[in-house]
């Protein structure tokens, strides 16, 4: 009765043939037979697997022979539904009144107990996976700094090969900043965690890795995550730089827009005040001449100016284009020297045009007019800065390149501003541009115009007492003279015979352009408008 009321303890006896003579309730809940199904029937037949058939028969036979029943083994034995059970068992034999051998079979259902083992190892055999196949690092170290596990993920981030190389290296020798480590041991050592810690690793390779660490300790072990932020970090540093650059040029085109209204207002007044001066009817001829030569000076300054706002503007919204044609080097030259002698008479400046390129008159194929503008800003920033001396020009020719110099004795480019002065809207500092005049924009413009043309400039030299400004640029060149150009230098009836239409609904440009067409034998049509 006692064995037959035992809720999880299965109880069976059976003959050496292996018939079922008794059956508990618990034998019942783990097998599904009842005792009256179970009784007199075979329990190999029952509970018996066929893998197992002859090693349970064997161990039965053993058994009645030497009367030595069997410890406890652990058995997957089959139930009425087909369906299996995990238990222990273990037999014993004794002899019934008869004088018989009975078999006594005592089962323990473990199979919640292999459910959860399973479980268990299931649940650490993902977590493992997990860590191994993670791609944020994850590490276990002593206090000391001895590492005793590293994933995969924080071996390649250190640059190592296997985990057991770098678990070999002492943790202080991966940290680029040795306080760093000692930080976090003392805020790991007090809070017992650690979250959000940014330091820097070194590789082993010596690279530097930015991370964050999070850790905690346990039992004396550090156990740790460590996510790789160096892209992160350098995406930082570029906006950083990227905001400070588009501050430095908000700042710039502040200051530049200031001085713009400054440089503006000079010619400007200068224009007004003399047109209203030659209203006067007292004036005498060269009193008028002087007024319309001081006119023209400051229009032609005011155009400079606004030349070069629409110049930038193209250079930023990247709308230059390149018109390549066949001119005179020589001419050019020539025009250029011609125009700024009398500008630096005006200083008291000594001009000089080299010799230019050794072999007589060149006729290049580039753009002329780029070209052009490109030595009148350097010839331009020359007179500007140059109080006295005087300025050189000189050009070097190769096979395929042309070399250009523009020398000067002006007070040369204060030291660490050398690639500054090429930058949009920079000048060397405000008391320069209060001294000097100009809108920072010429240098910038040429470097633009060279670069366009696949050509670069430099600083050649530059010290205290003068600086040299050099460019090179590619070219064709094509042998001949200038004597082979088509042009005159007689204006008289140049468009003898010719028909211009002039589409321009500005007077007073009409009026230029007649007067300019006219005197050399044109014929004129004018639309005013475009209807």
């Known amino acids: 009765l006692l064995l037959n009321n035992i809720s999880n303890i299965a109880v069976q006896c059976y003959s050496p043939e292996g018939i079922v003579k008794y059956w508990n309730k618990a034998s019942e809940n783990i097998y599904q037979y009842t005792a009256k199904e179970a009784l007199g029937q075979s329990l190999y037949d029952l509970i018996i697997p066929a893998d197992i058939m002859d090693f349970v028969k064997r161990d039965v036979k053993k058994m009645i022979e030497t009367g030595i029943g069997k410890t406890s083994e652990e058995l997957r034995l089959k139930r009425k539904d087909g369906s299996f059970v995990n238990l222990y068992s273990s037999h014993s034999v004794l002899e019934s009144g008869k004088g018989e051998k009975e078999l006594y079979c005592i089962d323990i259902d473990i199979t919640d107990r292999i459910r959860i083992e399973n479980d268990l190892l299931n649940s650490e055999l993902k977590y493992r996976n997990l860590v191994e196949n993670s791609f944020i690092g994850i590490y276990q170290s002593t ?31 991966i940290y680029s900043i040795p306080d760093d480590r000692k930080l976090l041991l003392q805020s790991i050592t007090e809070r017992k965690s650690i979250n959000g810690f940014e330091t820097v690793l070194v590789t082993k390779n010596g690279q530097k890795k930015y991370v964050i660490i999070n850790a905690s300790l346990e039992f004396d072990r550090i156990a740790g995550m460590v996510l790789d932020i160096t892209e992160r970090k350098i995406v930082e540093n570029e906006l950083i730089k990227a905001k400070e650059k588009a501050e430095e040029s908000d700042r710039l085109k502040s200051s530049f827009l200031a001085n713009l209204s400054h440089e503006v207002r000079t010619p400007m007044n200068g224009i007004v005040g003399f047109a209203e001066l030659l209203l006067e009817d007292t004036l005498d001829i060269d009193s008028k001449r002087l007024f319309v030569e001081t006119i023209t000076q400051n229009s032609y300054q005011l155009l400079k100016i ?37 500008l630096a008479f005006r200083k008291s400046l000594n001009l000089s045009f080299s010799d230019m390129c050794d072999g007589g008159d060149l006729l290049i194929i580039s753009d002329e007019a780029k070209i052009r503008l490109i030595l009148s800003h350097l010839l331009d920033n020359a007179l500007k800065f140059t109080e006295s001396g005087g300025i050189k020009a000189s050009c070097k020719k190769s096979e395929k390149y042309l070399d250009f110099y523009i020398e000067d004795t002006g007070t040369g480019v204060p030291e ?70 088509i042009y005159t230098d007689s204006f008289e009836l140049a468009y003898k015979g010719l028909t211009f239409l002039i589409a321009e609904d500005e007077m007073s440009n009409y009026i230029y352009l007649k007067k300019l067409l006219i005197p050399g034998g044109a014929l004129l049509l004018h639309a005013s408008n475009g209807k």
């Open 306 to 342: 606004i030349s070069d706002i629409i110049e930038i503007s193209k250079i930023e919204t990247e709308q230059l284009t390149i018109s390549n044609h066949e001119f005179s080097l020589k001419s050019m030259m020539e025009e250029l020297e011609q125009h700024y002698k009398e």
């Open 143 to 173: 206090l000391q700094g001895k590492l005793l596990f590293v994933n995969e993920a924080f071996v390649r981030l250190l640059g190592y090969n296997f985990p057991d190389e770098l678990a070999q290296i002492p943790v202080e020798m």
């Open 416 to 485: 660490g501003c050398e690639e500054l002065i090429f930058e949009p809207f920079r000048q060397v500092d405000d008391s320069y541009n209060r001294n000097h005049g100009g809108n920072g924009l010429g240098l910038s413009i040429a470097k633009a115009y060279i670069e366009l043309l696949g050509g670069n400039i430099w600083l050649e030299s530059n010290t205290p007492s003068g600086a040299i400004f050099a460019f090179r640029l590619p070219m064709r060149f094509k042998p001949g003279d200038s004597s082979s150009k």
